[in-house]
């Protein structure tokens, strides 16, 4: 059975969005009682969810999160179960936050809490929306990339990502046909 990345990459995204303004506002909140500056930390629009790699040139609607694919391993589980063979896959992603400000230092505090609250929302989590596989993610680590400046009506806008490394340990049984 192949694994069927797009399908992967979509749970992702969709796990995400239903856990990430929850835990932006448990961040947000976390930060505020550790006597750490507060910021907005606006969640994404639902069309600010991408599959594909960033681009430095393109306009996105920050903040924006995207999935970007990278490897499938596979090794096959040597016991039939019951009702067909069990699949094991290993898929790298890289789970990768956008942001944009006017502020450096802002910009980049909000970037780790960015980080921060996507982190807690996937690790060890089986995003998995089909009985037929299991998608658990662990998180591997996290790149805090440079910022970016750009003019925007005359105005600097810099821009910031941070980009988790997604391990996703995937589990399919099929039938035998």
Known sequence: MAVRVEEVANDVITYVRARFATQLASVATAATTAGLPAYPLPYPRNESYLIGEPSRY???????????PLRSDRTKDPTPQAEGITDFQVVSMLLVLLIEGRNEEELTRICMRYAQAASESVHNADVGTSANYTAVVYVNGIDYGVTFTRDQAGQRVFRKDATLELRIHYRGTFTMG
């Open 58 to 68: 393109r306009v996105y609607q920050a903040p924006a999160v995207l999935v970007v």
